[in-house]
């Protein structure tokens, strides 16, 4: 009996060395725009592209970018989620399934969008609430960009009026993808 429990014990402390943490900007569930719940601890190990999203903005045109990044670099890893908010002018103001289909027909977006969520400091879902505190920015309006390393410890926020495929944003997420995640390994 001893040696069982030692065993399921040893068993235990080796998968969770092996499995890495979920770093905290990522450590949320959150319902996608279908309303199945989804772990973004799904995305450790990616660089992540957080957008505050609407159909009906001056920014919407911005979908083009984002699917347009989505497809250059996803498979060196950047992933970009889109979270749908009706926080700003009432610019989005129909459902998931209005706005999925929306986003689907006018700019053939495939990349992960979430169902709709409030970004403002009144009402910020989690994620958002914690990449207003790790960046000391907030959403002024649609179309922010939060910008998340491979180790899901460091975020760029960039201002709605950045276009996705800017310089500057292009640079920042390069730069993260050449860059080889953090790890660190018991007793160092």
């Given at each position: 009996m001893k040696t069982a429990l030692l065993l399921s014990t040893l068993m235990l402390a080796a998968t969770a060395q092996?499995?890495?943490?979920?770093?905290?900007?990522?450590?949320?569930?959150?319902?996608?725009?279908?309303g199945s719940m989804q772990s973004l601890c799904a995305y450790a190990g990616k660089v992540v592209l957080v957008v505050n999203t609407a159909s009906q903005c001056g920014y919407t045109g911005q979908y083009k970018g984002l699917q347009a990044l989505h497809e250059k670099y996803g498979k060196q890893g950047l992933v970009v989620l889109g979270f749908p908010a009706n926080d700003f002018g009432g610019q989005e103001p129909g459902s998931n399934a209005t706005i999925k289909d929306f986003c689907e027909s006018h700019y053939q977006v495939d990349f992960p969008l979430f169902?709709?969520?409030?970004?403002?400091?009144?009402?910020?879902?989690?994620?958002?609430?914690?990449?207003?505190?790790?960046?000391?920015?907030?959403?002024?309006?649609?179309?922010?960009?939060?910008?998340?390393?491979?180790?899901?410890?460091?975020?760029?926020?960039?201002?709605?009026?950045?276009?996705p495929e800017s310089k500057e944003i292009v640079q920042?997420?390069?730069?993260?993808?050449n860059a080889s995640p953090t790890l660190t390994k018991a007793g160092q």
């Amino acid at each position: 009996m001893k040696t069982a429990l030692l065993l399921s014990t040893l068993m235990l402390a080796a998968t969770a060395q092996a499995a890495p943490a979920c770093p905290s900007l990522l450590n949320h569930t959150l319902k996608d725009i279908d309303g199945s719940m989804q772990s973004l601890c799904a995305y450790a190990g990616k660089v992540v592209l957080v957008v505050n999203t609407a159909s009906q903005c001056g920014y919407t045109g911005q979908y083009k970018g984002l699917q347009a990044l989505h497809e250059k670099y996803g498979k060196q890893g950047l992933v970009v989620l889109g979270f749908p908010a009706n926080d700003f002018g009432g610019q989005e103001p129909g459902s998931n399934a209005t706005i999925k289909d929306f986003c689907e027909s006018h700019y053939q977006v495939d990349f992960p969008l979430f169902s709709k969520v409030g970004v403002t400091a009144a009402n910020a879902n989690p994620l958002h609430e914690g990449l207003a505190k790790a960046t000391g920015e907030r959403p002024r309006w649609n179309f922010h960009k939060y910008l998340i390393d491979r180790s899901g410890t460091r975020a760029l926020s960039f201002a709605s009026r950045v276009d996705p495929e800017s310089k500057e944003i292009v640079q920042a997420l390069e730069s993260m993808l050449n860059a080889s995640p953090t790890l660190t390994k018991a007793g160092q």
